[in-house]
């Protein structure tokens, strides 16, 4: 394990978790990658703009809220969203740059307007929530125009962090799946993004769909009435962080290629198909903002063939960032100079071939265990997918599987919400029988918390 500490950045630190034992032939190597980052909240230049002591990063936030016709049945959804709002914005911290934005059809700044950010204190928040009560229903959705709102918005001021907070309670009907798709993949990298359905006439892949491209979370809040404490809950997150755009960086010997890349807890996310080139042989993977907080990755690499007794190094793992004012990632990979700081902390994932069967043929337990969530994850999204689709005993057959895998995994939480959509014969075996009536909010909570995991058990 390596450690990185200076004043600009948390202290991050890089764990490996492998059997680097391959049989005579073997060619897979997997390895749990955790990345944890400690002690921040410090002051410096280097990763992002100065601060005062104790404020933290230099951060922008933009609000989006629903202002759809949708959101006045009931009238309560509306006077919960601006209550929700008001929460978030009197948890923002002074100096935080931040805009509400009002999503329909087209996106309007709520406030401050102009084109800018407001910055937090006492007198900007309360002329914030007195804009809220201009916030009304009627129009209607299209929030690719919120998004890239949000994201001029966000441009427009100096600042180290960039984050959106993204409600809505309906489907994205007034602008097609291609507009919205390229509304995400011009904010990708821009800004991270938290997105929440509330009620149950959204749509579960369109809200999950956002918060992955923007690597924030997503979440169902079926309640209304619960709304204030999410927003609270979300902001109080978004102004922990203290360094943006933190990437994974992979180096690989020649003839060593990487097959995929994924986060793995707190949930599933694949990353394979978001590598940037880092030059020769290096790629980096995008991890978004980080606070003291820890998190894990599997790596899988494809190593050439050697004989039995050889060892080498499959992969090399770091940690790297943008610079202000640095230029697009050079070929300085190993340095992560040409635009980036490396942070120091660092990771080998090692091959040993060995005709030890023992040793070549055990699985790491962190390894089978995040296989297994992602497994999971899968068979839950398969088995809602066959229910919709009529496949009553496709559905029972996938959601059996991932019932026993949550009971095997000690994924508690999940398994309680498999047991409303499923009722439990036989969890270690995989036995159920499929609900004749399920609500539609415990479906698509289900559905939406269906790639959280835990980790391994100790």
Known sequence: MANFSKSSVPQFSVDVYQNEYLPEGGREVNAIVTVTATGGGTVGTAVGASYAPGQGPAAGVAIMVDCSGSMDYPPTKMRNARDATAAAIDTLRDGTHFAVIGGTHVAKEVYPGGGRLAVADRSSREQAKQALRRLSAGGGTAIGTWLRLADRLLASADVTIRHGILLTDGRNEHESPEDLRAALDSCAGRFTCDARGVGTDWEVKEVTGIASALLGTADIVADPTALAADFTQMMETAMGKEVADVALRLWTPVGTTIKFVKQVAPTV????????????????????????????????????????????????????????????RSSAAESGGGGVQNLGAQGLIRAVWTDDMVASTSINPQVAHYTGQAELAQAIQQGLDLRKAGDMDGATAKLGRAVQLASASGNADTAKLLAKVVDVVDA???????????????????????????????
């Open 269 to 328: 996310e694949q990353l394979t198909d978001r590598r940037t080139e880092a030059g020769p042989r290096a790629g980096d993977y995008p991890t978004g903002s980080w606070g003291d907080e820890s998190r894990d990755y599997h790596v899988c690499v494809e190593v050439p063939t050697a004989g039995l007794g050889q060892e080498m190094l499959a992969a090399r793992v770091s940690l790297v960032v943008p610079q202000p004012g640095g230029t697009s």
């Open 428 to 458: 270690t075996t995989g036995t159920v029988r499929l609900k004749a009536k399920v609500e539609e909010a415990d479906e698509m909570t289900l559905e939406t918390r269906s790639t959280k995991t835990v980790r391994v058990k100790k």
